[in-house]
Structures are given as C-alpha cells and as structure tokens.
C-alpha cells in the first residue's frame, strides 16, 4: 500500500466528514489510482502460451481430418435410415472416396434361360471388370464367358456344343484366354438347341483353380424303355476341363474331379462320418448299385450363403422322383474352406448390417483392401464405399439380367489393378 492509500485510508477512519461526502479532491484520488492500476503490466503466465499452442494444434488435426470425420458420422446420422428406403437412388459420393480405391472386382455372371416350347434350357455367361478409371468406379471391361485368372495367366471358359454320331453333348470348356478361344455364342439361336442333350453341363462356381458344374445325363430305363434323368453335381480343376478335346460320357464318376477327402485329406474322415453320404448312380448301372456308402465324398460342391463360399455334400441315396429323375440332397460341410480353394473370401461387414443397409441382398463381396463393398440383389449389384466401415452412399450400380448369378469374383488390388484392366479388355472386347 503507497502513501496515497494510506492517506486515502486515515480521512475514511475519522469522525463524519465536515464537508460533503464525495469532494472534488477525493473524487480526483480515485480516478488518479484508476489510472495507474490500467497502465500496470499484466504478470506473465507460462501456461496461457502453452494452453494457445495445443488449441492451434487440435483445429488443424480437424482441418486435415475433417473429411474423413464426416464421413464416419455421416454412418450414424439419420441419413443411413433414409439411405435403406431408398436404397435405388444414388446419394452424393465424395470424390476422394472413388480416388482412393486400390482394388479391382473381375465377376463371372450366369444367367440361366428356361425351356420354352421345343427348346432346351440353357445357361449363359459373361465376364465384367469393375475397376477405378479416371478416379472413378466404374465397368471397365465385359464381355462373353468366364475370364478365369489361373496362376500366371487367363482362361476362358464357357458353354461348347459337341457332337458324336451318337450323342450330343452342350458341355463347359476351358482354354487359355490368349488362344482366343471359339466358345458357343451366348445368344444361341433356338434351333441350335432344339434337340435334346444326351449330356448337359452348367457352370456353379469359378475360383482361381478349381470350378464346380452341374451335370445332367438323358438316357432311358433298358428295362421300362422310360426316360430316365441323372443330375450330379462335381468339383473339377480347370485343367479336368481342359484338354485339347473333352470326350462325352455317360459315366460321370469315372470322369476326372476332385474328392471332398482329395482336397481335405484326414480332415474330411469326421465329416464323412457325420454325413454319411451315398455315392450315385450311373446310367446302366443295376439296382444294386444303388445306396452304396460314398467313404470319399466324390460328389460336392461349392455355393454362396449370406455372403461366403461354402461346401455342400451331396447325397444321393432319395428315391426316384415323380418326374423320373434320380438327383440328390445337398448338406452343409461344417469346416471353412482353404484359400487355395476360395482367396479373398472374408467380408468387412456383417450379413445383417448388410441386410439393413439393403434388404433385398441376397449376396455381398467386400475387397482385400477394405476399400468398397459390392452388394448383390436379384436386379442389380450396388458398390458402396467403405472407410474403416461400410458408408451408404452408391458409387455405382450395375444391373442384372433376370435369373443372373455370380458365380466367379475375384480381385486384383495395388499395381495388379492396371494389369487387370489391360488384360480385361483385351480377352473380353471384341478386337
């Protein structure tokens, strides 16, 4: 306290003033030490810079982010609910989603065409390449058949119509891509399949060694002189399709394929035990031969459910149906197949977030790089963008055609993507 303080201080102690209360003299003390109170400096405080610093630091990790954190909000915000109700419009995409994609989806479609009048059912098939272009998802190569990548190069396979003097066969074929193979036209003509097959072959799955085909046999009973369907279902590597030139028989199981405890080894000894299944019949083969025990597993194959491949044992120990037709029932394989069999099989997402993003799914790809999702509906495939998860935003869409399936993905990700897209168009765009 100064000497003005003090004397300030003495004449407020004494007895009532004798003059007014507030004097000009007192009034002109106050305001002095108003003054010299404003102009004093401010004592530094060490934490206020430090308190600054982080403050700047945290607004510019904001700024840089800030796209990114939109997008992750954006997931739970009411729009996602807004997004499932309208699940065929496309909402705005950021670019820098497209741009950052690193992975490229090669889809092998069947479509299958059913009996009409004299004419056969018979399936289709094209290949589509859905790669970024330009800083854009988008189709970049299509065309007929199945471009199948096998080690280090491509193959087409596809429907091919032979022919002895005997029997005629519409079967699934195989040859390097490069070849540039003559495969049947996709369209055929109704007069080219008039005529019924003695053996008919439909493609279920294309991996990156091994296929699955579905394999019908015509023959009649030698005993009624009744006509007589054998349906089978087989896993073949590509090589078993592939020979300069398949022969037609009528004996399935003697025909080249892969056994359940081929590919499993020990591994396949419980589930054959749990599913005790029955090897099937061939044509000309006795009564007897029916019901024996399949201790191998020769007959299975492989299908997609919510959103993964998995392996169905056939058992063909049901009787005859109403129709004539000797077929089977399929059964679950409880063990998860290997990579050599199915690469990239993982989703990122679960089958029910998928469901709620779009309730008409009934399959889902996600790829290696966690970088898009491609949902499958029974009209169309939607690509969704997925940044550390899914975002229901379309970044494209891609129709079907009516009873169109996949049957083949596979991906290409980092420097292969280019790769891809060269090769894609090449083998599948007519030159």
């Known amino acids: 306290m100064d000497l003005m303080d003090n004397e300030l ?28 109170e404003s102009i004093r400096p401010m004592p530094w405080k060490p934490w206020l810079g430090a308190t600054c610093a982080l403050l700047a630091f945290m607004a510019m990790l904001l700024l840089v982010d800030g796209q990114r954190l939109t997008s992750l909000l954006r997931f739970n915000q009411p729009t996602f609910e807004d ?17 950052s994609i690193r992975s490229a989806l090669l889809l092998g479609l069947r479509t299958d065409l059913p009996a009409t009048g004299s004419r056969q059912e018979y399936s289709t098939y094209r290949t589509v390449l859905i790669a970024p272009e330009h800083n854009r998802l988008q189709k970049t190569a299509e065309g007929e058949g199945i471009l199948m990548p096998y080690k280090m190069d491509f193959w087409k396979l596809g429907g091919q119509r032979l022919m002895t003097e005997e029997k005629e066969a519409r079967m699934i074929t195989a040859a390097k891509a490069a070849a540039k193979p003559k495969l049947e036209a996709a369209l055929a003509s109704a007069e080219s399949i008039a005529k019924p097959f003695k053996l008919s072959e439909k493609l279920l799955f294309a991996g990156n060694r091994y296929i699955t085909v579905a394999q019908t046999v015509q023959t009649q009973d030698p005993a009624s002189g009744k006509p007589v369907k054998y349906e089978y279902v087989w896993v073949k590597e590509l090589l078993h399709i592939a020979p300069p030139k398949r022969e037609i028989s009528l004996k ?56 993964q491949w998995i392996a169905q044992l056939a058992d063909y120990g049901s009787a005859e149906n109403l129709t004539g037709t000797l077929g089977y029932r399929l059964k679950d394989v409880p063990i998860e197949l290997p990579s050599s069999v199915v690469a990239h099989d993982k989703l990122a997402v679960s089958w029910n977030e998928i469901k709620r993003l779009q309730p008409s799914a009934v399959d889902v790809f996600t790829s290696p790089k966690h970088d898009f999702v491609a949902v499958v509906t029974d009209r169309s495939i939607i690509v969704y963008p997925y940044i550390d998860q899914l975002i229901p935003s379309q970044l494209m869409t891609m129709p079907l055609q009516a009873n169109e399936s996949v049957v083949m993905a596979q991906w290409a990700t980092d420097q292969y993507v280019e790769s891809w897209k060269r090769q894609a168009k090449a083998f599948l765009e007519p030159q």
């Open 9 to 36: 201080k003495n004449k407020l102690a004494d007895e009532p003033l004798t003059e007014e209360g507030f004097t000009d003299s007192l009034r002109q003390r106050i305001e002095a030490r108003i003054n010299e």
């Open 83 to 99: 997004h499932t109700q309208h699940a065929g419009v496309r909402q705005p995409v950021e670019d820098h989603w497209e741009s």
């Open 252 to 307: 399935p199981l003697e025909e080249p394929h892969v056994s359940l405890r081929g590919l499993l080894a020990a591994y396949a000894e419980p589930i054959l035990q749990e599913l005790q299944p029955t090897l099937p019949s061939q044509p000309g083969e006795s009564e007897s031969a029916a019901g024996v025990p399949d201790t191998s597993g020769e007959s299975w194959t492989i299908v997609r459910k919510q959103g």
